[in-house]
Nanobody, 123 residues
Framework: QVQLVESGGGLVQAGGSLRLSCAAS????????VGWFRQAPGKEREFVTA????????YYSDSVKGRFTISRDNAKNTVYLQMNSLKPEDTAVYYC????????????????WGQGTQVTVSS
């Protein structure tokens, strides 16, 4: 039982930065792995990054590696996505999702989802 709420999206110029937050309400949040996915109009949902329940293991898609950083603060029940050097092709609705303990790269592996937050990168 985890409820997730994303925030921090907005409009930014290419080359700029945003930090997204995923706030969880469940008291057992620290036992869940969290992933970030994104979906642009007309496209399938795409894996972005994920972090396991301890925060030790992280995973990134090739398209964002070196530009995005995922982190978590279990004391605050929050996972962050720091996005730097943003490109127009990063424009999408960004979703956070949770599953038990181990991070995954497939959307179907996640049990709980937030409502999404829009990120728009202008050229």
């Amino acid at each position: 039982q985890v409820q997730l709420v994303e925030s921090g999206g907005g409009l930014v110029q290419a080359g700029g930065s945003l930090r997204l937050s995923c706030a969880a309400s469940g008291r057992t949040f620290s036992t869940y792995a969290v992933g970030w996915f994104r979906q642009a109009p007309g496209k399938e949902r795409e894996f972005v990054t994920a972090i396991n329940w301890t925060g030790v293991r992280t995973y990134y898609s090739d398209s964002v590696k070196g530009r995005f950083t995922i982190s978590r603060d279990n004391a605050k029940n929050t996972v962050y996505l720091q996005m730097n050097s943003l490109k127009p092709e990063d424009t999408a609705v960004y979703y956070c999702a949770a599953r038990m303990r181990i991070a995954a790269m497939t959307a179907d592996d996640y049990d709980y989802w937030g409502q999404g937050t829009q990120v728009t990168v202008s050229s």
